[in-house]
């Protein structure tokens, strides 16, 4: 069974500092897709970036970057230039490449951004 | 266009009772998902709904189940509520199965007090 591991519960950051949050994860699939949510205090679950894992370019979204390791398997979400609005809980989460598949999420990390 | 709908945004019920959770897909969107977010827990895969049929549920009893409708919205019901029940319950929805690795978007969530 495919499992997502974030061994960061909580972390704490000021504006305009970079962050980095861990995600390792663990399949004997080759083909799958890797995805950073945030949750803010609305809940709304917001997509932040997707990773294929067939793509060797880590994916990049405006102040958001993936390091993307597959021999690894380590997918850890860099976060630059942290704003107020970043206040959130992230999580990673693991999808298989056959269609239709669930998402399978880590416990998430609580991530503080403060003035 | 509008995202993933659900109703209600809060739920008190009583233990031993039933709750229905509704959610409305994004237009186009065949694939319904529905997750459980107890606190401490994350989110836990419930209940996949594609093209009226349940195509993949998680580790939950029989008494969490659900449908999908011609119009693609779907409904979860929880019969004989326990405390442990309580939580936010999020709807989410992807285009159709038959595309791997689409992005599954989410609803805002339906809280579900049991008291």
């Known amino acids: 069974a495919q499992t997502v591991t974030q061994s960061q519960p909580e972390m704490s950051v000021q504006e305009a500092e970079t962050v980095t949050l861990s995600c390792t994860y663990d399949?004997?699939?080759?083909?799958?897709?890797l995805f950073w949510y945030k949750q803010p205090p609305s809940r709304q679950m917001i997509l932040v970036i997707r990773?294929?894992?067939?793509?060797?370019q880590n994916a990049t979204e405006n102040r958001f970057s993936v390091n993307f390791q597959k021999a690894a398997k380590s997918f850890s979400l860099k976060i630059s230039d942290s704003q107020l609005g970043d206040t959130a809980m992230y999580f990673c989460?693991?999808?298989?490449?056959?269609?239709?598949?669930?998402?399978?999420f880590g416990k998430g990390t609580t991530l503080s951004v403060s003035s | 266009e509008a995202g993933v709908t659900q109703s209600p945004t809060h739920l008190i019920k009583t233990r031993g009772q039933q709750a229905t959770l509704r959610c409305s897909p994004i237009?186009?969107?065949?694939?319904v998902y529905w997750y459980q977010q107890a606190l401490g827990l994350g989110l836990q895969f419930l209940l996949w709904?594609?093209?009226?049929?349940?195509?993949n549920r998680g580790n939950f009893p029989p008494r969490f189940s659900g449908r999908q409708f011609p119009n693609y919205s779907s409904e979860l019901n929880v019969n004989a509520l326990e405390l442990e029940d309580s939580a936010l319950y999020l709807c989410?929805?992807?285009?159709?199965?038959?595309?791997?690795?689409?992005?599954?978007?989410f609803g805002e969530g339906s809280w579900l007090t049991v008291v």
């Open positions: 399949t004997s699939e080759n083909n799958y897709y």
């Open positions: 989410a929805s992807s285009p159709t199965v038959y595309h791997s690795g689409n992005t599954i978007y």
């Open positions: 989460a693991f999808m298989m490449g056959q269609a239709g598949t669930a998402l399978i």
């Open positions: 990773q294929e894992a067939y793509k060797q």
């Open positions: 709904y594609d093209e009226g049929e349940e195509r």
């Open positions: 237009s186009g969107h065949t694939s």
